[in-house]
């Protein structure tokens, strides 16, 4: 009577499996009930409906294979009881009752393995279980439906809030994501589970990521109309960047919380195949961290013309120092304040826009630039003794103030420069140094004496 009572007071679309095939994944078409749009409010209570429909047969149909598993088990044992051992094998002059008995046992198992069998092929070919699978289907294509439906609601509704780095799009998203996995999950059923996480990997991995990047490539053209004096200029891009950052490590926890539940209702291969599944969310993981890792070095190469100003402080600064002029640079060194502050006024908005993560890795990606520039006109220069003395202290300056701004190693990044000062200090004292070859991974100095 479930069947027929929910069909009779539930607004549900019957589509065939040919129809719901037909329909295109990406299509705007609404679900039609009676010539009718069904409501988006009804969606979930009725998605609700069909997991609990999907659940009640599961435990029914193992139920009956339980069932079926103690009549066959019952009838070996059974037969096992009434067999004589191997070892001592029933004599000729046994009564022809007992030989009655041994075969009535043997019998017996073949009509319930037969038996069982039927009932089984029976059950799986029964109108119920073919109404049931087709409730399935609609399932699915339904939770399918929602999820694209609550995407572009998420992408309409889409906002920054003053005090998020981030917009309201990632947690819309993942909360309908997650909500449809639980959702699924209540069904008990294998292949449902399975269905909707692969749908919930597809529109991650396709249509989520392909919003991102439009969003990207939107943002990077109307940043190119903004004026560079202005505080916000590049905002929405770096907010679109901490959206792939933060949609990365939601699908980590997303495949966690899963297979946390998972445990709770399956076990044995339904648990591995559902394992096999959700680990495919981590591959979609690693393509959004590759994602963001290419727009961020994509974001350094459109600063690093803001580096030039910088590297023009660093050209004009002498290190053919006299014992006078190194006390002078002592007393009043102007470079490194100077060098550091136009570095931290460039650094300034991505530090206030981009999550820790996002400024770390794009801070990564300027020092490397910065370095190479560095070492392109430190080779340039001319060195005394003192002046060598004065790079150095120089040089770990540089090095303390990125040390400071984050926790990564950065002194594998000045490796070569650090050699640059080692060689210097390696001769000998009132030598002035050019350096005229560089071979990789270490450094050719030639000393001239002046």
């Given at each position: 009577m479930t069947i027929p009572f929910f069909y009779a007071h539930r607004p549900l679309p019957l589509l065939s499996a040919a129809e719901i095939s037909k329909r295109e994944r990406y299509s705007e078409q609404p679900v039609?009930?009676?010539?009718?749009?069904?409501?988006?409010?009804?969606?979930?209570?009725?998605?609700?409906?069909?997991?609990?429909?999907?659940?009640?047969?599961?435990?029914?149909?193992?139920?009956?294979?339980?069932?079926?598993?103690?009549?066959?088990?019952g009838a070996k044992k059974n037969a096992k009881l009434h067999t004589p051992d191997s070892t001592s094998p029933l004599p000729p002059s046994s009564p022809s009752s007992y030989r009655l008995i041994f075969a009535g046992s043997a019998r017996e198992v073949e009509e319930v393995e037969a038996l069982t069998k039927e009932i089984t092929e029976s059950f799986s070919k029964s109108l119920f279980t073919e109404t049931v699978l087709l409730m399935l289907q609609q399932y699915n294509f339904m939770e399918e439906h929602h999820i694209m439906q609550s995407l572009r609601r998420a992408v309409k509704m889409n906002h920054t809030t003053?005090?998020?780095?981030?917009?309201?799009?990632?947690?819309n998203v993942f909360f309908v994501l997650q909500e449809c996995m639980r959702r699924a999950l209540s069904s008990g059923n294998m292949n449902v589970v399975c269905a909707i996480a692969n749908i919930i990997k597809d529109t991650l991995s396709?249509?989520?990521?392909?919003?991102?990047?439009?969003?990207?490539?939107e943002n990077a053209s109307q940043e190119e109309d903004e004026d560079e004096g202005d505080e916000g200029r590049g905002k929405g891009l770096m907010v679109v960047l901490n959206n792939m950052e933060v949609s990365g490590q939601y699908i980590v926890k997303l495949?966690?919380?899963?297979?946390?539940?998972v445990k709770n209702v399956f076990q044995d291969r339904s648990l591995d195949t559902i394992r096999d599944v959700i680990s495919d969310l981590n591959n979609t993981a690693k393509s959004f961290e590759e994602l963001l890792r290419l727009h961020l070095e994509q974001l350094s190469s459109t600063v690093e013309p803001s580096v030039r100003p910088v590297m023009q402080v660093f050209a004009?600064?002498?290190?053919?120092?006299?014992?006078?002029?190194?006390?002078?640079?002592?007393?009043?060194?102007?470079?490194?304040?100077?060098?550091?502050?136009?570095?931290?006024?460039?650094?300034?908005?991505?530090?206030?826009?981009?999550?820790?993560?996002?400024?770390?890795?794009?801070?990564?990606f300027l020092m490397v630039g910065l370095v190479k520039k560095l070492e392109a006109n430190a080779l340039k220069k001319k060195y005394s003794h003192l002046g060598g003395m004065q790079f150095d202290k120089d040089l770990r300056a540089i090095i303390s103030y990125f040390s400071a701004r984050t926790p990564r190693p950065v002194r594998v990044e000045f490796a070569r420069l650090l050699q640059v000062c080692c060689e210097i200090f390696s001769r000998r004292r009132y030598v002035r140094y050019s350096f005229k070859h560089v071979f990789l991974p270490r450094?050719?100095?030639?000393?001239?004496?002046?």
């Amino acid at each position: 009577m479930t069947i027929p009572f929910f069909y009779a007071h539930r607004p549900l679309p019957l589509l065939s499996a040919a129809e719901i095939s037909k329909r295109e994944r990406y299509s705007e078409q609404p679900v039609l009930v009676h010539g009718r749009e069904m409501d988006v409010s009804v969606f979930s209570i009725l998605l609700h409906s069909l997991a609990l429909i999907a659940q009640r047969y599961e435990l029914f149909r193992r139920f009956v294979h339980s069932k079926l598993d103690t009549a066959k088990n019952g009838a070996k044992k059974n037969a096992k009881l009434h067999t004589p051992d191997s070892t001592s094998p029933l004599p000729p002059s046994s009564p022809s009752s007992y030989r009655l008995i041994f075969a009535g046992s043997a019998r017996e198992v073949e009509e319930v393995e037969a038996l069982t069998k039927e009932i089984t092929e029976s059950f799986s070919k029964s109108l119920f279980t073919e109404t049931v699978l087709l409730m399935l289907q609609q399932y699915n294509f339904m939770e399918e439906h929602h999820i694209m439906q609550s995407l572009r609601r998420a992408v309409k509704m889409n906002h920054t809030t003053p005090d998020s780095k981030t917009s309201t799009i990632v947690d819309n998203v993942f909360f309908v994501l997650q909500e449809c996995m639980r959702r699924a999950l209540s069904s008990g059923n294998m292949n449902v589970v399975c269905a909707i996480a692969n749908i919930i990997k597809d529109t991650l991995s396709d249509d989520f990521k392909k919003y991102l990047v439009d969003e990207l490539q939107e943002n990077a053209s109307q940043e190119e109309d903004e004026d560079e004096g202005d505080e916000g200029r590049g905002k929405g891009l770096m907010v679109v960047l901490n959206n792939m950052e933060v949609s990365g490590q939601y699908i980590v926890k997303l495949r966690q919380v899963i297979e946390e539940e998972v445990k709770n209702v399956f076990q044995d291969r339904s648990l591995d195949t559902i394992r096999d599944v959700i680990s495919d969310l981590n591959n979609t993981a690693k393509s959004f961290e590759e994602l963001l890792r290419l727009h961020l070095e994509q974001l350094s190469s459109t600063v690093e013309p803001s580096v030039r100003p910088v590297m023009q402080v660093f050209a004009t600064v002498s290190y053919d120092l006299s014992e006078e002029q190194f006390a002078e640079r002592g007393a009043e060194d102007t470079f490194i304040p100077l060098f550091l502050e136009r570095f931290s006024t460039m650094l300034r908005p991505f530090e206030k826009y981009l999550t820790t993560t996002n400024f770390e890795h794009l801070l990564h990606f300027l020092m490397v630039g910065l370095v190479k520039k560095l070492e392109a006109n430190a080779l340039k220069k001319k060195y005394s003794h003192l002046g060598g003395m004065q790079f150095d202290k120089d040089l770990r300056a540089i090095i303390s103030y990125f040390s400071a701004r984050t926790p990564r190693p950065v002194r594998v990044e000045f490796a070569r420069l650090l050699q640059v000062c080692c060689e210097i200090f390696s001769r000998r004292r009132y030598v002035r140094y050019s350096f005229k070859h560089v071979f990789l991974p270490r450094l050719d100095l030639n000393a001239t004496r002046t």
